[in-house]
C-alpha cells in the first residue's frame, strides 16, 4: 500500500511574519490540490492528508525544486504573492508539491530541512 503527503517549500531568506506564512502555505497546498489528479487527491485525503513544510535557501532553490518537481510528473504550484502586505509584488514565496506517493515526493524534496 502506497502513503500519500503534499510537502511545502518555504523560502527562508524573506522572513514572513508568521501569519503571512501560514496565508503563503496555504495558498501552495490549496492550488496544488486543485491541479492534482483527484485519486490521488482522494487517496491522500483518506489517509489523513499528511503535510510537511520545509524550508529552502531562496528564490533560485525554491524555482529548482519547482522545475525538479514538473520534470518528476508531480504536481506543483508556485506561488507569487500579490504585494498587498508585507513584501513586494511578484514575490516568489512557497512551492507546493503533491498529494501523490510518499517515496515520489521524498525523491525530490527528502534531504530539504523541516522550517
Excluded at 511545502?8 to 503571512?20: Q, S, T, Y
Excluded at 524550508?55 to 504536481?75: G, H, M, N, R
Amino acid at each position: 500500500m502506497n502513503n500519500y503527503k503534499q510537502v511545502i517549500l518555504v523560502r527562508a531568506d524573506l522572513k514572513l511574519p508568521k501569519g503571512k506564512l501560514a496565508a503563503q502555505c496555504s495558498h501552495a497546498s490549496v492550488d496544488a490540490v486543485l491541479k492534482s489528479d483527484s485519486k490521488l487527491v482522494k487517496a491522500w485525503r483518506d489517509e489523513g492528508m499528511a503535510k510537511i513544510v520545509v524550508k529552502v535557501k531562496d528564490e533560485k532553490e525554491l524555482i529548482k525544486y519547482f522545475q525538479l518537481a514538473k520534470d518528476s510528473d508531480l504536481t506543483a504550484s508556485l506561488i507569487t504573492d500579490a504585494g498587498r502586505t508585507v513584501i513586494a509584488p511578484g514575490t516568489k514565496t512557497c512551492v507546493g508539491i503533491g498529494p501523490d506517493e510518499e517515496e515520489k515526493v521524498n525523491h525530490i524534496t527528502g534531504e530539504l530541512s523541516l522550517l
